[in-house]
């Protein structure tokens, strides 16, 4: 979502910069002044300097017709913090191209890329998705077609730290509610698959078990739920048998 507010600011300034092209370094001074004008820049700004006894932030861009690159480095002294950039070629076209790359800490605590093509068609056919969640780090991976990849890598723990921080209170609680639901749903298969194991119905399936077992396959049907081992002489037909034993 910020990503996608950044791109829309860029590409409408980027026909008012046309041909420029810089380099700026700006220091407390001035990224305390930044901070006193945007209160939504002034959380993460103000965090900086907290964290850094010499802030500096590198900002270097180049705006031609057909595209457009900005990149941004913060330093503390001449250690590096953080660093982005995000390049748009044929901007304010529906052929737009945007890539990005971002990383915190060298990439320990977070590294993100990818890019967006728009004149690509996103097709649900060919499409990949991963994530691993692992050790305290967290990694995930999409593809569609030709159309957009993104990679994203993080370190778990130093997220939530870092939001916490930046007082990213809608982030902590969904991601809060994210984290607890999937443990919840993991835990109810989990119970679910032990009493299946033991012979007893699964309470999550037992509505749908029962609509099944009262479709009669065989006159000899029963309907009634019975433990497997309880079972002496299956009433169904081979066809059925042979799909059960398999």
């Not at 901007?91 to 800490?105: E, H, I, L, N, T």
């Not at 068609?121 to 957009?148: C, F, N, P, W």
């Not at 607890?180 to 309470?203: C, F, H, W």
């Not at 029962?210 to 309907?223: D, E, Y």
Request: charged fraction near 30%; aromatic fraction near 4%; hydrophobic fraction near 35%.
């Amino acid at each position: 979502m910020s990503i996608g507010k950044i791109m829309g600011k860029i590409v409408k300034m980027l026909p008012k910069t046309e041909g420029a092209a810089g380099k700026i370094t700006l220091g407390r001074t001035q990224l305390t002044q930044i901070a006193q004008q945007d209160q939504k820049a002034a959380r993460v700004i103000n965090k900086a300097l907290e964290k850094t006894t010499n802030p500096k932030l590198d900002i270097a861009y180049k705006a031609e017709s057909n595209y457009a690159i900005a990149g941004m480095r913060l330093r503390d002294g001449k250690k590096v913090v953080g660093q982005g950039a995000v390049s748009i070629t044929n901007p304010g076209s529906s052929q737009a191209v945007v890539k990005y790359r971002a990383s915190a800490d060298g990439g320990k605590t977070l590294q993100a890329n990818g890019f967006i093509d728009s004149g690509k068609v996103a097709d649900g056919k060919d499409m990949a998705v991963s994530l691993s969640r692992k050790g305290g780090k967290v990694k995930s991976d999409l593809e569609i077609g030709q159309a957009t990849r993104h990679h994203v890598e993080f370190d778990e723990q130093k997220a939530v730290d870092l939001a916490k921080e930046l007082d990213a209170q809608k982030f902590l609680e969904d991601y809060t509610k994210a984290t607890r639901s999937l443990q919840k749903n993991i835990d109810g298969a989990m119970v679910d698959i032990r009493k299946g194991l033991r012979g007893e119905t699964p309470k999550a399936t037992f509505a749908t078990s029962k609509k099944v077992m009262q479709a009669p396959l065989t006159k000899n049907c029963s309907g009634k739920f019975v433990k497997l081992a309880d079972i002496k002489n299956t009433p169904y037909p081979a066809k059925w048998e042979k799909i059960l034993n398999k």
